[in-house]
């Protein structure tokens, strides 16, 4: 069955930390898509980053860094130095014939 | 450019009465999702629209929902009749024309946040 868990119900950091979420998959199919989003407080969902299940090599954007890991079928994200501005509900989403959402990370970064 | 336009932002409505939410994807896009989100369930999708033609509704909860996209410019969710169990933010997202669809990213809309007295 398809499944996506995201452990982490709420954290906390002080501003600076850097701090990683975690998102564990389930799919039988060797074809699927990988993704993150984020949810500010506005509410609008803003996409974050895809990933295919071919390519497994990890990608830094600025502050943000994603470790795919097909083995332990995890799609981690790392926020380095952490802002304030980085508070949010973080969704990691997979698609395969369905397209699934984790029940969502909050993030609180306090000054 | 505008990113997808969602309207009423806020409804509320009581118990029996009809409710239709409208999106305007951007300008495009030929993929368009209809998301509910609660607290409960989270995230669902409900149905996905490509080229105007339904593709996947099987998350359409039951018979009173039911969605349309007469043309590449708009679509409505309508509940008829509405419960409270309906209360949630229903998102619409749009997609650029790539294959597969489910590789795409999505742009999602404000929401309209739904309340079902």
């Known amino acids: 069955a398809q499944k996506v868990t995201q452990a982490q119900t709420e954290i906390s950091v002080v501003e600076k930390e850097d701090v990683t979420l975690d998102c564990v998959y389930e799919?039988?199919?060797?074809?699927?898509?990988l993704f993150w989003y984020k949810q500010p407080p506005s509410g609008e969902l803003v996409f974050l980053i895809r990933r295919n299940s071919f390519d497994e090599q990890n990608e830094i954007s600025g502050r943000y860094s994603w470790n795919f890991q097909k083995s332990t079928s995890s799609f981690n994200f790392t926020i380095t130095a952490s802002q304030v501005v980085d508070s949010a509900v973080y969704f990691c989403?997979?698609?395969?014939?369905?397209?699934?959402f984790g029940a969502g990370t909050i993030l609180r970064v306090k000054s | 450019d505008a990113g997808v336009i969602q309207s009423p932002r806020h409804e509320v409505t009581e118990m029996g009465q009809e409710v239709t939410l409208r999106c305007k994807p951007i300008s495009g896009h030929n993929s368009l999702f209809w998301y509910r989100q609660t607290m409960m369930r989270g995230l669902e999708l409900l149905i996905y629209f490509n080229n105007n033609v339904p593709i996947d509704d099987s998350g359409m909860p039951e018979d009173r929902f039911s969605a349309k996209m007469p043309n590449a410019s708009f679509s409505t969710l309508k509940i008829q009749p509405s419960e409270p169990r309906d209360s949630a933010v229903y998102f619409c997202?749009?997609?650029?024309?790539?294959?597969?669809?489910?590789?795409?990213?999505?742009?999602f809309g404000p929401g309209t946040r739904l309340t079902v007295l």
């Open positions: 989403a997979l698609s395969d014939l369905k397209l699934v």
């Open positions: 997202a749009s997609s650029l024309p790539e294959s597969p669809w489910r590789a795409n990213e999505q742009f």
């Open positions: 799919t039988r199919d060797t074809t699927y898509y």
